[in-house]
């Protein structure tokens, strides 16, 4: 049994007294829960004070550069998110390999990275509106899923993948949930038939894109979605429990 995950992803928002706040507020419900992972991806800033925090709650890095160390300039290295007790880190979201450059190539470099400096990468695809119109999710979905992990061995158990169509973030467009289980299930697919079974069974793949209050459940109850990445509601504390708790009921 894959357990589910429920990852938020601040973004560039928040500040300390927030994260406090939040974290508050979110850790106690958490600690109710027991068939739930939950995570918070909060600017890298804010990461050790989220772990101090935070007894019930991993952390995930927004990024990470694949170097492990040097010349990089405002970059972080697996070492430091590892020194930190960061978990996971986000790789490939839609925003970074939109307006930061995080091309295939760059990518797949930092899942290597991640799996070889012990933090869990969750690895995120999708399609864009365009792609989606002209038939091509799932080919896109499958290239992104294998230019990341071609070559590589890792345990199943320590990727996660993040399916997020990028007509869905930020956009309050949710995938159906019938949509979202047809590219899950696809993945797992493609999973079985390029890397292998085990890797089908064990990598759990969490649906994003505007997961909210009220859709959370009929999405966490298809059979291939093991949990979200959730962005604008992971930032409201009530949103974010009902969320949690819509996973722990799977
Ligand atoms: P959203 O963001 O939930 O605000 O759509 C999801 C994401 O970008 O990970």
Redesign the pocket.
């Known amino acids: 049994m894959r357990k589910p995950i429920v990852a938020g992803?601040w973004?560039m928002n928040g500040s300390s007294l927030f994260a406090k706040e939040l974290i508050g507020q979110l850790d106690s419900h958490v600690q109710d829960l027991s068939n739930v992972e939950v995570v918070v991806s909060p600017p890298a800033l804010y990461i050790s004070q989220v772990l101090a925090d935070a007894e019930n709650i991993s952390c995930a890095a927004q990024n990470l550069h694949d170097a492990q160390a040097g010349a990089f300039t405002g970059e972080i290295s697996v070492a430091m998110l590892q020194d930190l007790g960061c978990k996971y880190v986000l790789i490939g979201?839609?925003?970074r390999r939109e307006m930061f450059g995080d091309n295939v190539e760059f990518v797949a470099k930092k899942v290597a990275a991640a799996f070889a400096g012990g933090v869990n990468p969750i690895l995120?695809v999708g399609e864009s509106l365009e792609q989606r119109k002209n038939g091509q999710a799932f080919a896109v979905v499958k290239e992104q899923v294998l230019s990341a992990l071609r070559g590589l061995s890792f345990d199943p158990d320590n990727l996660v993948i993040?399916y997020?169509p990028i007509w869905?973030?930020?956009?309050g467009e949710t995938a159906s949930p019938e949509q979202a289980q047809e590219v899950h299930a696809y993945i797992r697919q493609v999973l079985a038939d390029e890397i292998s079974a085990e890797a089908a069974e064990k990598v759990r793949i969490l649906y994003?894109?505007?997961?909210n209050a009220s859709t959370a459940e009929e999405l966490f109850s298809q059979q291939d979605i093991d949990g979200g990445?959730?962005?604008?509601?992971?930032l409201k504390a009530d949103d974010f429990k009902i969320i949690c708790s819509a996973a722990a009921n799977k």
């Open positions: 992803n973004k979201h839609s925003e995120c993040a997020e869905a973030i930020g956009t994003g894109g505007s997961v990445l959730v962005g604008g509601a992971s």
